[in-house]
């Protein structure tokens, strides 16, 4: 999905800020087959097909009231990614994931002492727009060109 399929009139997807599909719960009585039919019916929004069903699914986020989980307790592992007392667990982003195996196994070990249970804590999904997106994919494409973390 690029920034210019959010802008402009008719029909177009609609995303949420910072979600992660890794593990999602859906009652599928709340879910708009209708946007999701049409969502995978748009080919052209298709270009990378490792995100079409997180794509699909952040747009049904914006049609429920979603809830994400706290970016401090299950954060995106970028090279600045950081690993709290407060993470129950980690989204493994493939260009980064070598690097990271060692710190997860460190932390692992970590865990191993019998800590308390952490408590999940959601907030509500945001709707992502047309700017916000753009500015995020700039954002990216510069940390990941000229590694700028």
Not at 54 to 69: D, E, I, M, N, W
Request: hydrophobic share 35%.
């Amino acid at each position: 999905l690029r920034p210019w399929h959010l802008f402009g009139f008719g029909k177009r997807p609609a995303i949420v800020k910072g979600i992660t599909t890794a593990l999602v719960c859906w009652d599928k009585r709340i879910i708009d087959w209708d946007y999701l039919e049409w969502f995978l019916s748009e080919t052209r929004l298709h270009r990378m097909k490792e995100w079409v069903l997180p794509t699909a699914q952040s747009g049904l986020a914006t049609r429920c009231q979603s809830k994400v989980v706290c970016p401090q307790q299950l954060p995106n592992l970028y090279p600045n990614g950081q690993i709290t007392d407060q993470t129950f667990g980690v989204h493994l982003l493939g260009s980064y994931r070598e690097s990271w195996l060692v710190k997860l196994e460190e932390f692992e070990q970590q865990m191993k002492q019998s800590k308390p249970a952490i408590q999940a804590q959601f907030s509500p999904c945001q709707s992502c727009g047309f700017l916000s997106y753009a500015g995020n994919q700039l954002k990216r494409w510069i940390n990941t060109r000229l590694n700028q973390w």
